[in-house]
């Protein structure tokens, strides 16, 4: 590997303006106001911008014809040069395909693993360089009536830099080729001192072209293989050759300038890695390597900034990506790093936004919905609309969707270092907090060892070992949002299965797309359950939506700390669930959730500005309340007797000891304002206020439980001698009642059932239950003055009030409740 110290030698002396400067002050942020961008300003082409980095100056004191004329010469050289190392990867590649052939049989000359890796990356340069050989000898032949443009004051050929800039954009295989050249040489060096067949090839390989002396050139295995290594050194120098001789008001200058500063930087790269691999080498054998990758918004003093984090194998370093405009090169700025031994994580509590954040935000998306729907008919506009226009829309998208990727996310997640540092770092997804956390914990521990980092080198390298582009934008994929859904997205959740213990669950749902509108929901948490039941359904306006990720979401026995029980994700059909509900099944770790989804195609109207407020619960008629909730039995009571079920079937009076007055009128409030908040509310609460809040709820339906106007028939029905007609007639009239108030009744009847089971200790039986909830469910009609009704006997009001809801709940017959509405045309499946 001497030649890379030889080469960085010569660069550093020759050439020492060409390295990024680590002391430059700092930039402004990254993303700019855009309610401060102006609608002609100039394009670039990329929504990251960056600031130009100085290079050496081309001399000035040759005049322009002689640099001209020494500029030609250059490109003369360099193309002779290709054609001699496209002949020398062709000799090194001739026997490739003998040598898999005998690896097949039973006296292979290398094994097909040998051949891997004897071979490696070699195809993909020849390629490479075929391609940019190709490309500048057709810019360089000389045009009919014209002097050839190589000879000395011959017409100058076209402009060239950008096939440089091209094929130094692609110097990947490379890298491959370098990190694997001591095991090629090594294979090779084995099996020509073991095997005389290999040995014969290895060292008498024939160049394809002749010399001039007419003779074709012999070379070693072992030489051929040293040729890229010899080659990726020459073509930093040969570009720092031509961009002298090539004046600075050509055409070709600022493309040069890029191409020597990714070849450079290339080329230092290989150089720290060839000559200081015991520096990123842990003591317990680890390389230090790229794991993942990712932008994420960096919280601190000064607000919030959108940055690229990089996690390595024994450190997290967060930095600040500096994009491409024309003609620079994409850079990363250092702004801070983590070691992973002894980090701690914790994800925090999801933020509120202010009202004026909240407004901003709302007024952001109706603004890029709006440039989303001009900038499709711009599209469809045919030549009427030029690309400059179609560009400056994309442009105004791309920055309002960078704003909103900065200020949107309300995930936390806390970095705390054992040295006393910490960061937070926001999300917005779920799923990607959940990747990211994962990712870390399987690396970090209080015995990884950190070496400390060259900072600037590892900062550089960035560039080069980045997984992720760009920041996750759909305005930068070409008719994104033609290929994925744009209406409504359905999507109903039953229940879960493969529960090893009872846990509290709830199922978070994320779409993605566009950010018009909120692509999150979430279930109500179904509370310490071995097989959770939500059937909830939510409607999702999407647009560009191709994927629906979910997961499902522990919390802890404190009730303090949630942590993602599985995740998984569903690939977006829709042919599949067109117009039509399908049942699927998504696996995640031992769990299966079952989920139902429908897609209608529809225009989308704008986001509305207005703040989505949630409807009161209590108070309401049941039938309106199930309907805005899309169930059959309402969430209150569900979760109520959840509750109850958890921790207070044992309690001595359940039901009929009432909790503190302050306590329960807390959880009407949280009902009425926050449902999902509410839940774990009351998982805090004393289990009283708990049966409370619940029979303060039928308490104040408007109308109750059982219609009033079933009053008269439910007493007349108590009146039948016969215990099998009364049976029936109670029944036939249960049936009678709509859909929300009988399903909701026998939820209830089946939860009272439950408690009656511990009436030794909690000393409720079925008579007492009966006689706490008989006055909130069954009601007489109210006699409004100046209307003639059935008159009822007040004596006998509570004694029929007791005794219906005590005959139902002797019923050993009684039907299984439905707790969501069924859904229409349903299909079996689990091939989403």
Known sequence: MEVYEEAMNYLQTQISGITVKAEREMEPDLIEDVFEVDAEEAFVTSPLHTESIDLPDTPTSWAPEVMLERRMV??????????????????????????????????????????????????????????????????????????????????????????????????????????????????????????????????????????????????????????????????????????????????????????????????????????????????????????????????????????????????????????????????????????????????????????????????????????????????????????????????????????????????????????????????????????????????????????????????????????????????????????????????????????????????????????????????????????????????????????????CVLQTESGERWSVQGRSYIQLDPSLILKKWKKTIVCMNQMEVHLSLKYTPHPLEPPSSAPVQQHPVFNVPIGDLAQQEGVLVPHIVRSCTEEVERRGLEEVGIYRISGAANDIQTLKSAFNTNSRDAVSRLRAMDVNAVSGALKLYFRELPEPLIPADRFQSLAGALDIPDMSSRLETMLTILQSCPDVNRNTFLFLLHHLKRVAEKQEVNKMSLMNLATVFGPSLVRPPQVVLGQCGPRVDISQEVVVQVQVVYFYLQCNNLSTPLTSLPLDSEEEGTDL
């Open 74 to 551: 250059v490109l003369k050289s360099i193309l002779s040069s290709e054609h001699l190392y496209l002949s020398e990867l062709e000799t090194l590649l001739t026997p490739m395909k003998a040598l898999k052939a005998a690896a097949g049989t039973s006296q292979p000359v290398l094994t097909s693993q040998q051949v891997q890796t004897v071979f490696f990356q070699v195809p993909e340069l020849r390629d490479l360089h075929h391609e940019f050989y190709t490309g500048l000898s057709a810019r360089l032949e000389p045009q009919e009536g014209q002097r050839p443009g190589l000879e000395l004051g011959g017409s100058q050929p076209p402009p060239v830099g950008d096939l440089f800039l091209r094929m130094v954009s692609q110097l990947g295989p490379y890298r491959g080729f370098i990190d694997n050249y001591e095991s090629a040489v090594e294979i090779v060096r084995r099996c020509t001192q073991s095997d005389q067949r290999f040995r014969t090839l290895a060292e008498s390989m024939m160049s394809s072209i002749k010399g001039a002396d007419n003779c074709r050139t012999k070379y070693t295995f072992e030489a051929l293989l040293y040729k890229p290594l010899d080659r990726v050194t020459k073509t930093t120098l040969v570009l720092h050759d031509l961009l002298k001789h090539t004046p600075q008001d050509h055409p070709d200058h600022a493309q040069l300038q890029e191409a020597l500063r990714i070849s450079s930087s290339f080329l230092s790269g290989v150089n720290e890695e060839s000559h200081c691999k015991r520096a990123v080498t842990l003591s317990t054998g680890i390389r230090r390597q790229l794991i993942r990758d990712g932008f994420v918004v960096d919280v601190c003093e000064s607000g919030r900034s959108l940055r690229h984090l990089f996690l390595y194998t024994d450190l997290l370093l967060c930095t600040k990506m500096k994009g491409a405009s024309v003609g620079k090169q994409t850079h990363y700025r250092f702004v801070w790093y983590l070691p992973l031994a002894g980090l701690k994580l914790c994800w925090g509590s999801e933020q509120e936004r202010s009202s004026d954040l909240q407004y901003r935000i709302s007024t952001m998306r109706t603004k890029m919905f709006q440039l989303r729907q001009e900038h499709k008919q711009q599209g469809k506009g045919g030549k009427g609309v030029g690309a400059r226009t179609l560009d400056r829309s994309r442009r105004k998208m791309q920055q309002i969707e960078l704003w909103l990727s900065t200020n949107t996310p309300v995930l936390p997640l806390e970095l705390h270092s054992s040295s006393g540092k910490s960061h937070t770092l926001m999300l917005s997804s779920l799923y990607e907090l959940e990747e990211w956390r994962e990712a870390i914990d399987k690396l970090r521990g209080d015995s990884l060892e950190t070496i400390p980092p060259d900072l600037l080198t590892l900062t550089n390298s960035c560039v080069k070992l980045r997984m992720t582009q760009h920041p996750h934008l759909q305005s930068l994929l070409p008719d994104c949002g033609e290929q994925g859904l744009c209406g409504t997205l359905s999507v109903a959740v039953h229940s879960a299965c493969g529960l090893q213990e009872p846990a509290s669950l709830y199922v978070c749902l994320e779409v993605d797309g566009y950010e018009f509108y909120d692509n999150k929901a979430q279930t109500r948490p179904c509370l310490r359950s071995l097989t959770p039941q939500w059937d909830e359904e939510f409607s999702l306006q999407v647009d560009g939506a191709q994927c629906l990720r979910v997961l």
